[in-house]
């Protein structure tokens, strides 16, 4: 492994155990090339499990395979840089097979000269659920 690579995956190691997010990086073909520690939490695979596989035949629900595909190879193009509107939110299937709500967003990330996509994921479902006792809904 290159240096510089090495360099990258370390700080996104350091950062993923800072924030309370899964990163998760993928190459052109959406394959997983980098699965944090907080991922593995989140969705019940380990990094050696994920590694190389294409992220939304994964993690997404098969009604979603199309609108997460599409937005990766937008993201995924040349140059392009981080937009606002892809902060998403999507119902993503965890390993043991529970749906849970994330918001996901994405950014391009050049490596080794080639454009990634870094995302980052977070869990929204304590954040509906709070939503949800404000209104008075029980739950």
């Known amino acids: 492994m290159e240096p510089a690579l090495k360099e990258i995956l370390e700080k996104l190691r350091n950062a993923g155990s800072a924030v309370q997010c899964a990163l998760i990086m993928i190459d052109e073909k959406c ?4 699965w944090s520690e907080s991922a593995e939490m989140l969705f019940c695979y380990t990094a050696d499990e994920i590694i190389g596989i294409e992220l939304f ?9 199309n609108d997460f595909e599409t937005t990766l190879q937008i993201l995924s193009k040349p140059g392009m840089k ?23 967003s994405f950014s391009p990330i050049k490596v080794q000269d080639k454009w990634n996509t870094l995302a980052i994921v977070k ?7 709070s939503g949800i006792r404000k209104r008075g809904i029980k739950v």
Request: glycine share 2%; aromatic share 10%.
């Open 31 to 34: 394959r997983v090339t980098f």
């Open 57 to 65: 035949k994964i993690v997404s629900p098969a009604d979603y395979h």
């Open 82 to 104: 981080f937009l606002p509107d892809s902060i998403k939110e999507f119902r993503a299937l965890r390993k043991d097979g529970e749906m849970l709500p994330i918001k996901l």
């Open 123 to 129: 869990d929204i479902k304590e954040v509906n659920r």
